[in-house]
């Protein structure tokens, strides 16, 4: 019952993305590439003057759950400092890597946590979050 209202969720945001297109005068922005399947995913923010997620956006294609991870990522981020989305960026990993753990702040990212049974598809489920880490680290310097 469960699995399968996380296989609804996933369906749902494949099939009905959230915050797809590109932010043009973006302040975070990356693209990535997953050699191994041909996934691509693009993501920009664009943050308000307190430093917050005004609009997260992604672009891209690949599968399932490249796609909707990077919809419910966008949906996750709007609000946050980028502190914050490093610190949700971290709970993912975890939770991709198989950490025990409760992971109801992530929300409706739960939905991908059998995701980490199958470690060939962690890089699709992971890869919008390396494209926002990356973009990050390029912002702040690192």
Same mark, same amino acid.
């Given at each position: 019952?469960?699995?399968? @209202?996380?296989?609804? $969720? $996933? @369906?749902?945001? *494949?099939?009905?993305?959230?915050?797809?297109?590109?932010?043009?005068? *973006?302040?975070?922005? !990356?693209? &990535?590439?997953?050699?191994?399947?041909?996934? #691509? $995913?693009?993501?920009?923010?664009?943050?308000?003057?307190?430093?917050? #997620?005004?609009?997260?956006?992604?672009?891209?294609?690949?599968?399932?759950?490249?796609?909707?991870? =990077?919809?419910? @990522?966008?949906?996750? &981020?709007?609000?946050?400092? &980028?502190?914050? =989305?490093?610190?949700?960026?971290?709970?993912? *990993?975890? !939770? !991709?890597?198989?950490?025990?753990?409760? *992971?109801?702040? &992530?929300?409706e990212l739960q939905a991908l946590k059998g995701v980490a049974k199958y470690p060939v598809r962690i890089?699709?489920?992971? @890869?919008?979050?390396? =494209?926002?880490e990356q973009g990050m680290d390029k912002k702040e310097g690192c």
């Open positions: 019952m469960l699995e399968s @209202l996380y296989q609804d $969720i $996933i @369906l749902d945001h *494949y099939k009905r993305p959230r915050n797809v297109g590109k932010i043009e005068d *973006y302040d975070v922005g !990356m693209e &990535l590439a997953n050699p191994t399947c041909g996934d #691509v $995913i693009g993501i920009h923010l664009k943050l308000d003057e307190e430093g917050r #997620v005004a609009d997260a956006k992604f672009h891209g294609h690949g599968c399932s759950i490249s796609q909707s991870s =990077a919809s419910m @990522l966008t949906v996750k &981020l709007k609000g946050k400092t &980028l502190e914050d =989305a490093r610190h949700l960026i971290q709970r993912f *990993y975890d !939770m !991709m890597k198989g950490v025990e753990g409760n *992971y109801e702040d &992530l929300g890089k699709c489920a992971t @890869l919008a979050w390396k =494209a926002l």
